[in-house]
């Protein structure tokens, strides 16, 4: 996709609602707790010159921790997605003795971003895992994740509404009863479906009466 259709459709986005961008890379790649290695990667093992710090390398020797940092922004609503620029430029990267690994490095970060929106769902429970292994397509799922826990119909009234096999729906309605616990963990948060899919399930903090 070109520029230009990117601004149009940025402009007509800004006219319908309130973009959401990320928030601070730097906190989040702190949180990492990186080591001098952990910036050096195998590439760079043997570079001359401390290395920890230069947040810009990461898009090269963590490029993964990058990535998930940007998916994190987006699972959480962010619609504008920065990339992960401090310093590539030439002169700052002299610092590190990395001035020819500018462009290098501002082409990475620029890539990484959109493999975090294009990357297959996976809640990285192991290497190169998708949800897809063990879960049909999210168009398929959706419906029948409203039937059953928003409309909280039975597994074979909702295989009827989602259009799916009651096979399907009997394992996924076992899925969600299976990690009850993991939404009890959940902390409380405003109620943004039918029904609440935390602690709030079973137990709403508020109800809204009819009078």
Same mark, same amino acid.
């Given at each position: 996709?070109?520029?230009?259709?990117?601004?149009?459709?940025?402009?007509?986005?800004?006219?319908?609602? %309130?973009? /959401?961008? *990320?928030?601070? =890379?730097?906190?989040?790649?702190?949180?990492?707790?990186? !080591?001098? &290695?952990?910036?050096?990667?195998?590439?760079?093992?043997?570079?001359?010159?401390?290395?920890?710090?230069?947040?810009?390398?990461?898009?090269?020797?963590?490029?993964?921790?990058?990535?998930?940092?940007?998916?994190?922004?987006?699972?959480?609503?962010?619609?504008?997605?920065?990339?992960?620029?401090?310093?590539?430029?030439? %002169?700052? /990267?002299? *610092?590190?003795? =990395?001035?020819?690994?500018?462009?290098?490095?501002?082409? !990475?970060? &620029?890539?990484?971003?959109?493999?975090?929106?294009?990357?297959?769902?996976?809640?990285?429970?192991?290497?190169?895992?998708?949800?897809?292994?063990?879960?049909?397509?999210?168009?398929?799922?959706?419906?029948?994740?409203?039937?059953?826990?928003?409309?909280?119909?039975?597994?074979?009234?909702?295989?009827?509404?989602?259009?799916?096999?009651?096979?399907?729906?009997?394992?996924?309605?076992?899925?969600?009863?299976?990690?009850?616990?993991?939404?009890?963990?959940?902390?409380?948060?405003?109620?943004?479906?039918?029904?609440?899919?935390?602690?709030?399930?079973?137990?709403?903090?508020?109800?809204?009466?009819?009078?």
């Amino acid at each position: 996709m070109s520029s230009l259709p990117r601004a149009v459709n940025l402009e007509r986005l800004l006219t319908e609602r %309130i973009l /959401l961008p *990320d928030a601070a =890379m730097r906190t989040m790649i702190q949180r990492a707790r990186l !080591a001098e &290695e952990d910036y050096r990667g195998a590439r760079f093992r043997d570079w001359t010159r401390e290395l920890r710090g230069n947040n810009d390398l990461l898009s090269l020797t963590q490029a993964r921790l990058i990535r998930d940092i940007h998916t994190q922004y987006l699972q959480a609503g962010a619609d504008i997605i920065e990339t992960n620029t401090f310093n590539s430029t030439a %002169i700052a /990267l002299a *610092d590190y003795g =990395m001035e020819s690994l500018a462009r290098e490095l501002n082409r !990475a970060t &620029e890539r990484i971003p959109s493999a975090s929106i294009t990357k297959e769902p996976s809640a990285e429970l192991k290497p190169n895992q998708k949800d897809s292994d063990s879960l049909p397509p999210y168009g398929v799922l959706d419906p029948l994740i409203e039937a059953l826990v928003d409309l909280s119909l039975p597994p074979p009234a909702a295989a009827r509404r989602a259009g799916v096999a009651i096979g399907l729906a009997r394992d996924t309605a076992r899925r969600i009863d299976h990690n009850e616990y993991k939404r009890r963990q959940m902390p409380p948060g405003p109620k943004v479906t039918a029904r609440g899919f935390g602690e709030g399930r079973r137990y709403p903090i508020a109800q809204k009466f009819s009078t």
